[in-house]
Nanobody, 115 residues
Framework: QVQVVESGGGLVQTGGSLSLSCSFS????????MGWYRQPPGTQHQRELV????????TYGDFVKGRFTLSRDVRKNAIYLQMNDLKPEDTSVYYC????????WGQGTQVTVSS
């Protein structure tokens, strides 16, 4: 079992920045893959890849286009998503995930970008 706790998010204007944090109850060295997905609230859309890291390799969703940066702190068992140049279409609920045989999801945090 892995506990996943997110923080950050909120409301920002177009072109602004936000930072999301995610902490895990186990060492990140014991997690196969970790990162962020997003899903518009109230929809049944499949969660969209934002950024993940696995084996030292970071993968970003096609829409990111250099605007977001995923980083990790091994001492704190945490990862961070720095989001810059935010656009209204980035409005969504952002979910942190730890993949360790099973997918452990956080509760989600709302990001709203106003035009």
């Amino acid at each position: 079992q892995v506990q996943v706790v997110e923080s950050g998010g909120g409301l920002v204007q177009t072109g602004g920045s936000l930072s999301l944090s995610c902490s895990f109850s186990v060492s990140i060295f014991d997690i196969n893959e970790m990162g962020w997905y997003r899903q518009p609230p109230g929809t049944q859309h499949q969660r969209e890849l934002v950024a993940t890291i696995s084996g030292g390799r970071t993968t970003y969703g096609d829409f990111v286009k250099g605007r977001f940066t995923l980083s990790r702190d091994v001492r704190k068992n945490a990862i961070y998503l720095q989001m810059n140049d935010l656009k209204p279409e980035d409005t969504s609920v952002y979910y942190c995930v730890a993949k360790r045989g099973f997918d452990y999801w956080g509760q989600g945090t709302q990001v709203t970008v106003s035009s």
